[in-house]
RNA sequence: GGGCGUGUAGCUCAGUUGGUUAGAGCGCGUCGCUGAUAACGACGAGGUCCCAGAUUCGAAUUCUGGCACGCCCA
């Protein structure tokens, strides 16, 4: 070949067992030291935006195997849309507020109630979240890196950063300018003797089964207190606060009469036996009536200390106008579709301070009033859990679980009490102080009236691309549908704090958007506490001036009333508003980073898993909605939108697509011995190891106690990331869930990995043997295209190259064109299918079927060069095919492919473009001919296989039985590939076949179902039974096939029908769909000799590489045998045997100082260096 | 209890608008190949497509009802 290379050989012969963990850990090196992340986003620094979001990871907690899908995923598709010529900034995100790092700082301390945070102190307990979370932060960004996970870690945005609170703060006062920001109730568990609320996670925990009340009440009625609503409860502590009697409006409704003290009831129709039956009593129903129809009734409440506080109220209702209703705020029977006749009596009583639900129907109530008139909360019970003034003095200050009992007792001495029971239920209790049950109870909130949103939200949701599709109608449609409004403040301490600061005389409010403006407020006071703290501590964090306690001591004057102060509200808010915020808070919009934020939203791709439906992908669209586009204009009557209203801003959604991934699970095997100790492994293979013990397989959630999974760490440093990318990216539809399976983990080396480098080193073994050199290509670009590298004086066209190397260039476009379309549709699976399998075709067929060209000793044919060509351009391309996905072994690939080349090409894949389709270079003819050459070669070797012929062994004939002569011309051309696969002399190719196989005609079902209808089975039938060959014959003069059914004559022409072959018995066949493959299998003495020549090839080549043998090393052959035939066959073929094996010489008998290797024909004697 | 999803080979998973022989990889078995060599190839066995019903000429695929599992909510 040419040198135009002042060294020998410019490719060096790659290690064949590479350590993929290691050279990873190399290009992490590389890749930092020479920025390439940011080469990459330079180059496409005027390129049209594609615009990802990074949902913030709260950086609490370790990240496991779930959160690398995750980062994988946020990888693959901008490293795509960036090698397609798009700008694809990536910056990082850390949430870093909320609940679970305070508990986390708690353990830390050994406290846990709010009192003994304020005890610790809340100055040094948010200093100690502020650094918690710092930690954390430093383990993600290990992770984050070690994935090939590549996204701004040094320009992240951080929630508590003081830009990121002050965006949020403009948020909130915008929407409390709009009066869409609010004060109500949130009826939350509430520990009352630790005086907190708890979350519902630490809810979860304290259930257990308990014995309580169920009791049925007497509710007299107003009109005719001889009738009675009968009223079923299991909380008799929450009757003084009661507010309404609930009824079903469809349900059925009876009153009846006590047979014995003709008391009169109503009930649900459905309960009147059952209620009876527990009382013992007997009930004549009097009269029949629906829910509606009750609707409405006034009672007299059981207890009535509100009675006599309020006076009985009554509001006036909201109506039309001129139509003046008034209504009585409380103790009527109102509507709820929650009511079942599954237990008590049909009639609930509402209490809507102690439930959730409750409370809901008390707010449906309450928006009936017009404002000013509304029914106040009724709620008898302190922070404390004891009674307060509205109850009979001698429950005042009792412990409300403690009450129960002598409540029962006095309804009973008033005649009040119909029945009361017992019964078992599950009731949460206080999961650190077990003993404390926990109650339902209001507490002050703020809320932002999300409802009045849930048309432009759904219509926002409509545009969203979602991945799966049914997110969009299912979960978070049905989600948006049910919206209410969100619950945004917290009885906290680390979080972004409430800005609205609350006049102490009038009560009235402002919200703040900023610190400065906060600042500039007159008569501004308290400021010096954070400077009296970060003079004492000069390491303490700028942006905690804007949190708590720091910011609860800034107060100004009031201008709603002379002299006084105003002072900030105590709460912080729910961090998911944090997150949801973080297109314009990352920017620290719209106080900085105009441009970045106009340019950045809304988001073209964004991924995270389904748990984060109600989480952030819901806060991120509920905030979008309610500030910019259509949304910005809604307002609670009497505010100025238009001078609140972000200008020029109409965006219709936040994102424009989302994959929703689904959860991680992981597998495990399990084994438990008699002392119920637990052994846990993560390897099938393992419990070999233990033999005796049974292990049962597992699929569970990734727990840390159990230990059931393999840190991240531990499978980079075992398997590598790209391995542990492959199998995440391929072996499954992302939103599926997803088993997190060492084993195909470890398998994605053999399956992609290996096989790539495999070819790639069969590669470079032979370019350096035969000093290739692809500077010839004087031209060559970069990126070394292929149409740059067509420079090279011994480059020929694609198209005057041999069949198999326009077929692998064919099937690499073809592939490139199938990853562009998945990938453009957020499809990795499917695209890592299509690489996969142009990686099976080109190492299982392109080099299996081009090896004779790599060790053709002529180095300078034009056949070789094309070999070489083909092969280096298709590994140059699948390279960068595979970068998104595997972009460690795709960019060391690349940098031994190019070094060659030095600082002319591109020092890393990841800075290339994406290949392009060379529709030229698609031929789908010859993709369909070799995939029947390929079905013919798998065929014989299936019918070699049946007969014990071993491929050594050559044949002198096959033939091939094709249902039609299309294909036989372009089959005879390319023979070759058949002959050399299958061993034989000669192919025939016929369509003639009567004498080996038998046809038969089978209906095409897709064709045949539109055309002939109910008619199917009978033509089905029709044609098994009627003659293959003649229908075959028919077909072939007439082109149609003419049945005749019992009702008729039907026409079928060549496309209703298909032709299959079954071969005859006697022959040595395999068939397949479309042909039939037939070995001659008669074995002359000329064939068996060529057979042993064969075999002793093979021999010799094993004790070459036994004894060492370089590849070009010469060697020294003897073979013992005894055998006329051994002999004879090693003269006639002694050319073909010595310049395969490289032997310098070939003899008759033994080496002496050479151990023999045995073979069937004889032992054989292989000794290094020449003949003399 | 409600909503959403999942159920296909021993394992991990595909399966396009319904089309009659349901696929891949791994594992297993048999064989082959041997200048990619701790690699590679072929062939084979292995399936009640969770169950029952409905629609249809035809259902893994559509519908209804179960069962099991998962997630979210109550």
Redesign the pocket.
């Known amino acids: 070949m040419t040198t135009t290379s002042d060294s020998a050989a410019p490719f060096r ?5 590479p350590k993929f963990p290691a050279l990873e850990e190399q290009m992490l090196e590389f890749w930092q030291q020479n920025d390439i992340y940011k080469q990459s986003l330079e180059r496409r620094a005027d390129a049209p935006p594609f615009v990802f979001f990074e949902g913030p990871p709260t950086a609490n907690g370790m990240p496991h195997p779930g959160h690398c899908l995750t980062r994988a995923i946020k990888d693959v598709f901008p490293r795509y849309k960036t090698m397609r010529g798009y700008r694809c900034e990536r910056k990082a995100g850390w949430d870093t507020h909320g609940l679970p790092v305070e508990v986390e700082v708690g353990k830390e301390l050994g406290i846990h109630s709010k009192e003994e945070i304020e005890a610790y102190g809340i100055e040094p307990f948010i200093q100690k979240c502020q650094q918690s979370v710092w930690r954390y932060m430093q383990q993600w960004q290990r992770l984050t890196e070690r994935l090939g996970f590549w996204v701004d870690l040094e320009q992240a945005y951080v929630t508590y950063h003081q830009s990121y609170v002050e965006s949020v703060w403009w948020s909130l006062k915008n929407l409390f300018d709009r009066g869409l920001l609010y004060q109500g109730h949130k009826i939350v568990w509430w520990w009352a003797q630790g005086g907190t609320a708890l979350s ?1 996670g630490e809810v ?1 925990q304290g259930y257990r089964e308990v014995a309580d009340p169920s009791v049925y009440v007497k509710f007299p009625l107003v009109d005719d207190p001889t009738r009675s609503l009968l009223v079923w409860t299991t909380t008799p502590w929450t009757l003084p606060s009661n507010m309404y009697a609930a009824v079903h409006p469809e349900l059925e409704y009876s009153l009846v009469k006590h047979s014995e003290t003709g008391e009169e009831f109503f009930l649900a129709s459905a309960l009147v036996k059952t209620i009876a039956d527990k009382a013992k009593c007997e009930f004549d129903v009097l009269e029949t009536c629906r829910g509606t129809d009750l609707i409405g009734l006034r009672y007299t409440p059981p207890f009535d200390g509100y009675l006599k506080s309020t006076g009985d109220p009554t509001g006036t209702l909201r109506t039309p106008v001129g139509d003046q209703k008034t209504e009585h705020h409380y103790w009527r029977v109102v509507a709820a579709d ?1 009511v079942t006749t599954d237990s008590g009596s049909g009639i609930v009583h509402q209490a809507a301070a102690f439930g ?2 409750d409370y809901e129907v008390y707010d449906e109530q309450r928006r009936r009033f017009v404002d000013g008139e509304q029914p106040e909360l009724l709620c008898a019970v302190g922070p404390d859990g004891k009674f307060n003034e509205a109850v009979p003095e001698a429950f005042l200050g009792v412990w409300v679980k403690d009450a129960d009992k002598a409540l029962s007792r006095d309804l009973k001495e008033r005649g009040l009490m119909f029945l009361q029971e017992q019964y078992l239920h599950d009731y949460p209790f206080c999961w650190r102080a077990d003993q404390d049950p926990l109650i339902q109870y209001p507490r002050r909130s703020w809320f932002i009236r999300t409802t009045k949103f849930r048309d432009l939200m759904l219509k926002n949701n409509s545009q969203i691309g979602w991945q ?1 599709e ?2 969009r ?3 978070f ?3 948006l549908e ?1 919206n209410v409004d969100w619950a945004l403040s917290r009885e906290r301490y680390w979080g972004t704090p409430l800005p609205i600061w609350v006049c102490e005389e009038t009560g009235r409010m402002e919200a703040v958007g900023n610190y400065d403006e906060l600042l500039a407020k007159p008569g501004i006071q308290g400021t010096e506490v954070w400077l009296e703290a970060k003079a004492a501590n000069p390491e303490l964090v700028d942006d905690l001036r804007v949190h708590k306690p720091y910011i609860d001591a800034v107060t100004y004057d009031s201008p709603f009333a002379d002299g006084k102060r105003m002072r900030r509200v105590s709460e912080v808010i729910d961090c998911w508003y944090d997150s949801g915020a973080m297109p314009f808070a990352q920017w620290g919009w719209p106080h900085t980073g105009d441009q970045q934020f106009q340019s950045q939203f809304p988001a073209d791709f964004i991924s995270e898993a ?2 984060q ?3 952030w992908f819901y806060s991120q669209l509920a905030i979008a909605t309610m500030l910019f586009g259509e949304g910005a204009s809604v307002a609670e009557p009497g505010c100025d939108v238009e001078a609140m209203k972000v200008k020029d801003l109409d965006y219709p959604l936040p994102f424009r697509n989302c994959i929703v991934l ?2 991680m ?1 992981s ?1 495990w095997w399990e084994h438990e011995d008699d002392q119920k100790k637990k052994t846990i492994l993560l390897e ?1 293979s393992e419990t070999k190891q233990h033999s005796g013990k049974k292990f049962s ?1 597992q ?3 990734m727990s840390k106690s159990l230990r059931n999974y393999r840190s991240p760490e531990e499978i980079f440093d075992r398997y590598g990331a790209d391995a542990l990318r492959w ?1 995440l990216f391929a ?11 060492e ?2 983990i470890k ?1 994605s080396i ?2 992609f990995l ?2 790539l ?6 590669f470079t ?2 370019a350096e ?1 035969d000093g290739f050199d692809p500077r010839d290509a004087v031209a060559a670009d970069e990126q070394l295209t292929p149409q740059s590298l067509a420079s090279a004086p011994k480059y020929r066209p694609a198209s005057e190259r041999s069949e198999i190397d326009r077929w692998i260039l064919s099937e690499l476009n073809q592939a490139t064109a199938k990853v562009i379309d998945r990938m453009d549709a957020l499809d990795n ?2 695209a890592c ?1 299509a690489i ?2 142009l990686l ?1 075709g ?7 079927r081009s ?1 004779d060209r ?2 053709a000793s002529d180095k300078d044919s034009q056949e070789k060069h094309d070999a070489y060509w083909t092969l280096y351009e298709t590994l140059l391309e699948l390279v960068k095919l595979a970068a998104p996905f595997t972009p460690f072994l795709a960019d060391t690939l690349w940098q031994r492919l190019t070094e060659p080349f030095g600082d002319k090409t591109l020092c890393s894949v990841h800075l290339c473009d994406f290949p392009e389709v060379d529709t030229d270079r698609i031929d789908t003819d010859l993709s369909d001919s070799m995939r029947l050459l ?2 013919i ?3 014989g ?2 019918a ?3 007969e ?1 012929l ?4 050559p044949l002198s004939e096959v033939t091939v039985i094709l249902t039609d002569d299309s294909q036989i011309a372009w089959l005879q051309n390319h023979d070759a590939l058949v002959r050399e696969e299958l061993n034989v002399k000669a192919v025939h190719y016929t369509t003639e076949g009567d004498q080996y196989v038998q046809y038969t005609v ?9 055309k ?6 009978a033509v ?1 039938k029709a044609l098994a039974e009627a003659d293959g060959n003649e229908l075959l014959g028919q077909l072939q003069s007439d082109g149609v096939v003419k049945l005749e059914l019992g009702d008729g004559v039907i026409e079928l022409d060549g496309d209703d029908i298909e032709v ?1 072959l ?1 071969a005859k018995e006697g022959w040595a066949a ?2 397949g ?1 479309g042909s039939v493959v037939v070995l001659h299998t008669e074995v002359t003495p000329e064939l068996q000799r060529e057979g042993i020549a ?2 002793l ?2 021999a010799i ?2 004790q ?2 036994a004894i060492d ?1 370089q ?3 010469r060697i020294r052959v003897a073979i013992d045998t005894a055998g006329d035939e051994v002999s004879t066959a090693i003269e006639e073929h002694r050319e073909t045997i010595a ?4 032997a310098d010489s070939l003899e008759i008998g033994t080496i002496d100082g050479v151990e023999a290797a045995a073979s069937e024909h004889g032992g054989v004697f292989v000794a290094k260096g020449n003949a003399s």
């Open positions: 012969a790659a290690p064949a067992s519902s979860g929650f959730e639900v799966p049914h997110i109608d299912g979960r449609g049905n989600f049910s389904i748990d439906t109600r989480g689904g959860l699970l597998q099938e397989k699929v569970g959630k199998y072996n499954q539809a992302p939103w599926n869930s997803i088993i997190y399976a084993q195909s398998d053999p399956e290996l096989r480098w495999n070819t790639f080193s069969f073994i032979y043997i699976y499917n299918q996969s399998s099976d080109l190492s299982n067929w392109y080099v299996r090896r790599f060790w390929r079905e070669a798998s065929l070797r299936a070699r296989a049946s014990k071993k491929v050594r062994l089978v209906p095409n079902f897709k064709r045949l179902g539109p002939v209808g109910k008619q199917v089975p089905k299959r079954q395999a068939q769909l064969n075999d090839i093979r080549q094993n070459r590489k043998c590849y070009t090393d310049s395969e094996t490289l």
